[in-house]
């Protein structure tokens, strides 16, 4: 997946859900998984950073140095 194949695809509005402005156009994706997290930025740090913590466990475990 990367969003030029999406791009492909039809754009989506988005919008903040409190005040109801428009934001800018987005991908359907982006745009559905900023609505799955409530748009929470705290939520989407939280998960950046879990994603970064287990991409780093699967470099360390390819490379043959981690105990996990």
Known sequence: YTPQEDLKRRLAVDHCHATERVRGL??????????????????LLKAAAYLRHHESIAARKSSGTTCV
């Not at 998984?33 to 748009?39: C, H, N, T």
Request: charged share 20%; with cysteine.
């Open 26 to 43: 987005l991908c359907a994706r982006c745009n559905t998984g900023i609505g799955a997290f409530k748009e929470n930025i705290e939520l």
